[in-house]
């Protein structure tokens, strides 16, 4: 039995505990007069039923799921001939998948030879043991389960708080696991960083002014020492993300202000949603219209007036990265605005304010906090932004706030440095951490800024 048809089978056996406990509770409370006289609604004691049949099955498929590759590995590694004990981990994990493909047909016996018969025996043993008995003990796990529950069901068994506790457990678990996989992204990234740092020094890659990560084969080789100085990343990824905003805040603030405060009911209903597609285009066909369409028209422009323009620029990735963003900034400020309570325009108006008055003085402060979010994210959706900037404005590592000249940003650098088949070993593997965890300082640092900036506006307007 595959993976999905496992899942559609414990859907099945959840709807049927579910249902099955709601019945059951049904029929124990009709003698009694009806349900009134239960300790609890019938879909707690469903409930009850489907977490006693679900929750286990789940943990032994989680179990079993986690650790079954490394049994089946340490078991088949250990009928190995005595001479590949001196393998390298390296050697031992391609020698380990031949055998695998040995035992799953892909490959013939006569690539490993019979020294190697005994262990491709027990994986292809270990398999077929697994493939056979682990739906079998997790689908009569989930039955013995639900019947369990069934039989408890009672009248008088108040099932509400012991489900209600189930529930706040699972929640607080799910929190938990999201949590820790953002500790686990930040201290991967900080580890590899360090190992980074280990060989390149901090300084000079904080504070340096060139980026060429080339690490030569030999030590004659030019560009034997690849420099590492991230400030001609830093830079270009500012000025794209500053032109970008350029574009998006003011346009998107404004559309949300005239949705918000003076468009009719009609233009409303027809504009924003034609507005937030914008958001639904993928970012790679952006980047196909910021390099055939704005680009080209850019560069003609500049060539008008005597200006030296780059078939790759800042400028041309920029605008097209704000009228991506352009939707996320007017959403988000056109609900914020919208959230905000008639009482105090009428307020306004009462005092003699013009609605223009009321915008700028009363609506406006009153949902800076939530503008202020929307521009945060914005801001953050530009600097990570990266099929754009490829095909925009180029991969050249430049020092230039020349809009018109080409640049690259951080997210460029990362994906360039990881393409292909990499040993995370160098410094020019390593780098791409250190360039991660640059991005998180500064995104944080962009979160403290808008809290403080939250904070403050919104003690005035208390």
């Given at each position: 039995?595959?993976?999905?048809?496992?899942?559609?089978?414990?859907?099945?056996?959840?709807?049927?505990?579910?249902?099955?406990?709601?019945?059951?509770?049904?029929?124990?409370?009709?003698?009694?007069?009806?349900?009134?006289?239960?300790?609890?609604?019938?879909?707690?004691?469903?409930?009850?039923?489907?977490?006693?049949?679900?929750?286990?099955?789940?943990?032994?498929?989680?179990?079993?799921?986690?650790?079954?590759?490394?049994?089946?590995?340490?078991?088949?590694?250990?009928?190995?001939?005595?001479?590949?004990?001196?393998?390298?981990?390296?050697?031992?994990?391609?020698?380990?998948?031949?055998?695998?493909?040995?035992?799953?047909?892909?490959?013939?016996?006569?690539?490993?030879?019979?020294?190697?018969?005994?262990?491709?025996?027990?994986?292809?043993?270990?398999?077929?043991?697994?493939?056979?008995?682990?739906?079998?003990?997790?689908?009569?796990?989930?039955?013995?389960?639900?019947?369990?529950?069934?039989?408890?069901?009672?009248?008088?068994?108040?099932?509400?708080?012991?489900?209600?506790?189930?529930?706040?457990?699972?929640?607080?678990?799910?929190?938990?696991?999201?949590?820790?996989?953002?500790?686990?992204?930040?201290?991967?990234?900080?580890?590899?960083?360090?190992?980074?740092?280990?060989?390149?020094?901090?300084?000079?890659?904080?504070?340096?002014?060139?980026?060429s990560p080339q690490i030569a084969i030999r030590a004659d080789q030019v560009g034997a020492s690849g420099a590492f100085g991230v400030i001609p990343l830093l830079v270009g990824t500012m000025l794209i993300s500053i032109i970008a905003m350029f574009v998006a805040v003011p346009v998107g603030l404004m559309s949300a202000i005239y949705l918000s405060e003076y468009a009719s009911v009609q233009v409303r209903n027809i504009v924003k949603p034609l507005l937030e597609i914008l958001a639904g285009i993928p970012t790679i066909v952006y980047?196909?219209?910021?390099?055939?369409?704005?680009?080209?028209?850019?560069?003609?422009?500049?060539?008008?007036?005597?200006?030296?323009?780059?078939?790759?620029?800042?400028?041309?990735?920029?605008?097209?990265?704000?009228?991506?963003?352009?939707?996320?900034?007017?959403?988000?400020?056109?609900?914020?605005?919208?959230?905000?309570?008639?009482?105090?325009?009428?307020?306004?108006?009462?005092?003699?304010?013009?609605?223009?008055?009321?915008?700028?003085?009363?609506?406006?402060?009153?949902?800076?906090?939530?503008?202020?979010?929307?521009?945060?994210?914005?801001?953050?959706?530009?600097?990570?932004?990266?099929?754009?900037?490829?095909?925009?404005?180029?991969?050249?590592?430049?020092?230039?706030?020349?809009?018109?000249?080409?640049?690259?940003?951080?997210?460029?650098?990362?994906?360039?440095?990881?393409?292909?088949?990499?040993?995370?070993?160098?410094?020019?593997?390593?780098?791409?951490?250190?360039?991660?965890?640059?991005?998180?300082?500064?995104?944080?640092?962009?979160?403290?800024?808008?809290?403080?900036?939250?904070?403050?506006?919104?003690?005035?307007?208390?």
């Open positions: 039995m595959n993976a999905s048809t496992l899942v559609l089978v414990l859907i099945a056996i959840t709807v049927a505990s579910y249902y099955g406990g709601v019945m059951r509770s049904q029929a124990l409370a009709r003698p009694l007069g009806g349900i009134k006289h239960l300790s609890a609604l019938p879909s707690y004691y469903g409930f009850m039923a489907v977490t006693w049949a679900v929750i286990p099955a789940l943990i032994l498929l989680l179990v079993w799921t986690i650790y079954e590759a490394s049994v089946i590995s340490n078991m088949v590694i250990a009928l190995l001939p005595s001479e590949t004990a001196s393998l390298s981990e390296g050697e031992l994990g391609l020698l380990y998948s031949r055998i695998a493909n040995v035992a799953s047909g892909i490959m013939q016996w006569d690539t490993l030879g019979e020294a190697y018969r005994p262990a491709v025996e027990r994986m292809i043993e270990l398999q077929t043991f697994t493939a056979r008995y682990k739906p079998i003990l997790v689908i009569s796990l989930a039955v013995v389960g639900a019947l369990i529950a069934l039989k408890m069901v009672s009248a008088q068994w108040n099932v509400r708080y012991p489900v209600e506790r189930i529930f706040n457990i699972l929640l607080f678990l799910c929190s938990g696991i999201a949590v820790l996989i953002t500790v686990g992204i930040v201290f991967s990234v900080v580890f590899e960083s360090l190992r980074f740092f280990g060989e390149i020094s901090f300084f000079d890659f904080v504070f340096g002014t060139q980026w980047g196909f219209f910021a390099a055939i369409t704005v680009a080209p028209a850019i560069r003609a422009a500049g060539e008008g007036v005597g200006l030296e323009v780059a078939s790759e620029s800042a400028l041309a990735a920029g605008l097209v990265m704000g009228v991506m963003i352009i939707p996320f900034v007017s959403s988000l400020s056109d609900d914020v605005i919208n959230a905000v309570p008639n009482s105090l325009r009428d307020g306004s108006y009462g005092l003699g304010a013009t609605q223009s008055e009321t915008i700028r003085k009363v609506i406006i402060p009153a949902a800076l906090p939530g503008i202020v979010g929307g521009v945060l994210l914005a801001v953050s959706r530009a600097i990570g932004e990266t099929m754009i900037v490829v095909m925009a404005a180029g991969s050249m590592a430049n020092l230039t706030v020349n809009p018109l000249e080409a640049v690259t940003t951080v997210t460029v650098q990362i994906v360039t440095l990881l393409v292909g088949d990499q040993e995370f070993d160098n410094a020019k593997t390593l780098a791409a951490f250190a360039l991660g965890l640059m991005l998180f300082v500064i995104t944080l640092g962009l979160n403290f800024i808008a809290l403080y900036v939250v904070k403050k506006y919104r003690e005035q307007y208390d």
